[in-house]
């Protein structure tokens, strides 16, 4: 891997921090993103870089306006050089109860879920043409199943499992583009109540949440997979098994 660049959006912590450590850890270098987690962003690169001189670096970004994304690009490619990764991961995700949704909410969560995916992909594409990259998109299982009250989230992941598929038949043969749809593996940061997550644990055929460790193995084994092109790899403990869940 030495040598190799990935960008990963929303890095500084949780699922995107714990892909950035696995991968480092393989000996590529990282391009981390923030948006308001800068001290966390930072802190994560000062540590990559204390294990490796000159191997993470941080740019940051709000991906819901458009006007930063072309900019970001420019960024991104400047790090190092080079880009033979991006991993769209940022996502923010809430309830919108029908009859309750707003304009601003379509704006955030298409925005971060599609729209800065496309668009940082189609900025990007040049460069990761150049190297023989890969694009991995963060979805999720609900792209599928609708999960309860989170319909703008869950169009917005629908759409990024049909961009998944339309980039991986336009970008080839140079670029591979992927999907990773995670089941349960971290809470989210708003809490549930415990008997929510009990629910949601009874749901799991595997019975335990996933890790931050199983989404980490599973970005790199994509990474590292020259004949897979237009999948999305569920890593879920077989819960899209299942019909649709409440939590
Ligand atoms: N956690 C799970 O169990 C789970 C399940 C299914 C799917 N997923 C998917 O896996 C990915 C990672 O999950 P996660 O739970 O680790 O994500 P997360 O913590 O909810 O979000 C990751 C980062 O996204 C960034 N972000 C949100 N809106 C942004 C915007 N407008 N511009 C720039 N950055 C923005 C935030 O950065 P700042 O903090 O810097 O603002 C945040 O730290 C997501 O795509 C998620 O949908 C996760």
Redesign the pocket.
């Known amino acids: 891997m030495e040598n190799k660049v990935i960008f990963i ?9 714990a892909m950035a450590k696995h991968l480092h850890s393989l000996g590529y270098n990282l391009v981390l ?6 001290e ?2 930072e802190a994560l690169a000062t540590n990559l870089n204390t294990l490796r001189s000159n191997s993470a670096k941080v740019v ?6 458009m006007g930063n994304l072309a900019n970001l690009a420019k960024q991104i490619v400047a790090c190092f050089g080079r880009l033979d990764g991006l991993i ?6 809430y309830p919108t109860p029908m009859g309750q949704i707003r304009l601003e909410d379509w704006q ?1 969560l298409v ?3 599609l729209q ?1 995916p496309l668009f940082l992909s189609q900025y990007l594409v040049p460069y990761l043409r150049a190297q023989g990259g890969v694009i991995i998109n ?5 792209a599928e199943k609708p999960l309860y009250e989170h319909s703008v ?1 869950c169009l917005a ?1 629908a759409g990024l499992v049909s961009l998944t598929y339309s980039m991986a038949v336009e970008l080839a043969p140079e670029i591979r583009v992927n999907g ?10 708003h809490a549930l109540e415990s008997g929510e997550k009990q629910q949601v644990i009874n749901q799991i055929p595997l019975k335990h ?2 890790s931050e460790q199983d ?1 980490a193995q599973a970005v790199a084994f994509l990474l590292d997979a020259p004949y897979i092109t237009g999948q999305i790899l569920k890593v879920d403990g077989g819960r899209s098994l299942h019909g649709s869940g409440k939590v």
Request: aromatic content about 6%; hydrophobic content about 35%; some cysteine.
């Open positions: 959006s929303g890095s500084a912590k949780r699922l995107g921090a993103h923030c948006r308001q987690s800068t966390q962003a940051s970004a709000d991906l819901c306006d769209n991961n940022a996502s923010s995700f955030q925005g971060s879920n800065a963060m979805v999720d299982i609900h989230y992941k990773i749809a995670p089941g349960a593996i971290l809470w989210p940061e949440l996933g989404i």
